[in-house]
């Protein structure tokens, strides 16, 4: 990693609120959501029984994956087949539930199998929790699980369901409410709930067209950005106003992985099998000629997003197979079948990376041009959550449980 990539990633660390401690996991894909851990001494072989700390069954089947701060793990998951829906606060320590608050929500909506309600993760600031439940609403609470606001927002309606995943920035939480209809970015006052600004797109509830990607930051010059792979397009945001700053045509009309960031540039990948496509940063209007770097027409299924390291970007294929592409050519550098069907989001900590298929199966592979296997290991347990790291220990959400792995580097008070 370069200085300069690393004086950026600081400077996002401190405008994502602040969470620059190394030991915690505030958000889905971490603190400036690219899905990259400082953590070099992650347990490479573990189980359901070899290298646990703990693991805690959870009362619904889901998707999201775990966040911590400190000695707090919090985690979403329905019950009563989506009619109730749950932030949930856990001891790091002991796996004990230490406390949860339920939503209520008796309204039909749809979902589809494969994304059971509360697949967005939450996310905080180390003062509060934030979660965002699509037709429910979005909650904040204390640690202590006291309420401090929920707003009603109005209902989502997909044929997939939603997913989202609210973000911070500076005092605005951010929240890419979509698929379907309607679709819109809403910013909200992070410590009163109260709206600041709300972009509206274009939604349609139909199963081939939708945007599930959560927004994710960047700097370009004296100005922050965010960018979202939306349908038929890869679009950049003003961060503090939402306004739209910029359009690059290319991609396809479903999107489920987020923008991957690397090296001045943006890959927005499609699902459905179609295209992805790089973009240098920093253009204005509809800079499909000017600045898109590359595009390939048609990819395997993606449904997990991926993580640029060394100008390279490692990310997951449906089929089965991992892959490595030059992000400034958009070749393949290589591709590896690991078996099993790959839903999950790439996590990269020093040089290893972790990805797990829908079986079960969590795979390390070395964060290398040149292909290595480095363990394979078998959680028995249906699983599409994203690996999460603190602290030297690994936190994986299987369908129906939450596991602690591995043996925890430094002592937390709060």
Known sequence: MNRL??????????????????????????????????????????????????????????????????????????????????LICIDRKTGRELWHHDIPFPDKETAHNDNPFCSGSPTTDGHLVYASFGSAGIVACDFSGKVIWHRQLGPLAHVFGPATTPVLYKNLLITHRGPGEPTHIVALDKRTGRTVWDTVEVGKNHQLYGSWSTPIFYRVGDRDEFALSMPGELKGYDALTGKPLWKCQGLGPSNYPDTAVGDGVLLGVSGFRKSMMAVRMGGRGDITTTHRLWHVEQTPQRVGSGVVHDGHLYIANDPGLAECINVKTGKTVWKHRLGGRLWGSMLKAGDR??????????????????????????????????PAASDGQLFLRTYKTLYCLGERKQSKRN
């Open 5 to 86: 990539t690393v004086l950026v990633a600081c400077g996002i660390l401190l405008l994502l609120g602040g969470a620059s401690n190394a030991g915690n996991w505030p958000a889905w894909r971490g603190a400036d959501g690219r899905g990259i851990s400082p953590d070099t001494n992650l347990p490479v072989e573990f189980g359901p029984t070899t290298n646990l700390t703990w693991k805690t069954p959870l009362a619904g089947e889901g998707n999201s994956t775990p966040i911590i701060w400190n000695n707090r793990v919090f985690v979403t998951g329905p019950r009563d087949s989506g009619k109730i829906r749950s």
């Open 353 to 386: 990376l972790y990805v797990a298929n829908t079986q079960g199966q969590v795979f390390v592979l070395a964060a290398s041009t040149t292909y290595r296997q480095i363990a394979r290991n078998d959680m028995g347990e249906h699983i599409k959550a994203a």
